[in-house]
């Protein structure tokens, strides 16, 4: 379909991956886009591998399946590199980010021989110093609007800014926090 991305998340159970598309989805919508975010998983529990994705279109779409050939692949567990195939189907033309201290080439020769662009980010670092505690999904929901485009950054802060003021509007230290971490993982993510 024309005018479409398609993401495909890799994480572990707990680790925000569903959460995180599920805010990319809500940020594209409210910019008009059409949207899909959705998981896969069966009866996992915390820390077993999980998948989520999202769809993000200018038109309608009437495909309602997993991604088996994404644009982006969002690895939020360094990981599972090794125990799961995320390159996948992955378009060469997209590209793949995974959340890790080591730089892009470093992670390439774990690949599976994928061609495309390779993006990485220090996801824990990000959190653990903009939001005191390893939460992985906030800096690589920001590095995924950054490397895709799927989303207009200014307006993807704008959304995530109310998001977040609704969700912790008793915890305003909360709100200032995530939007740092936001910011912050879109300047950090290398390629």
């Keep these: 379909m ?35 975010s959705f998981p896969e998983y069966g009866p996992e529990r915390s820390g077993a591998p999980i998948t989520a994705y999202n769809r993000i279109s200018k038109e309608r779409c009437p495909v309602h399946s997993n991604i088996y050939d994404p644009d982006y692949v969002v690895v939020v567990d360094e990981t599972l590199i090794e125990s799961v195939d995320v390159t996948a189907g992955l378009n060469p033309d997209g590209a793949i980010i995974v ?19 390779v993006c990485t980010i220090d996801a824990r670092k990000i959190s653990i110093d903009c939001l005191g505690k390893y ?6 929901l920001a590095a995924v609007v950054e490397v895709s485009g799927c989303v207009e950054k ?17 915890k305003p230290q909360v709100i200032e926090g995530n939007l740092k971490c936001l910011k912050r993982s879109m300047d950090e993510v290398q390629e």
Excluded: C
């Design 154 to 170: 200014e307006a993807f802060l704008k959304q995530m800014e109310d998001s977040f003021s609704h969700k912790f509007a008793k």
């Design 135 to 140: 939460f992985p999904n906030t800096p690589m």
């Design 99 to 117: 959340n890790t201290s080591k730089k892009p080439e470093e992670i390439k020769p774990h690949l599976k021989g994928y061609e495309g662009r």
């Design 2 to 36: 024309k005018d479409m991305i398609e993401i495909r998340w890799h994480g572990r159970g707990g680790q925000g991956a569903k959460t995180a598309s599920q805010l990319l989805a809500d940020a594209a919508f409210f910019t008009g886009a059409y949207v899909q």
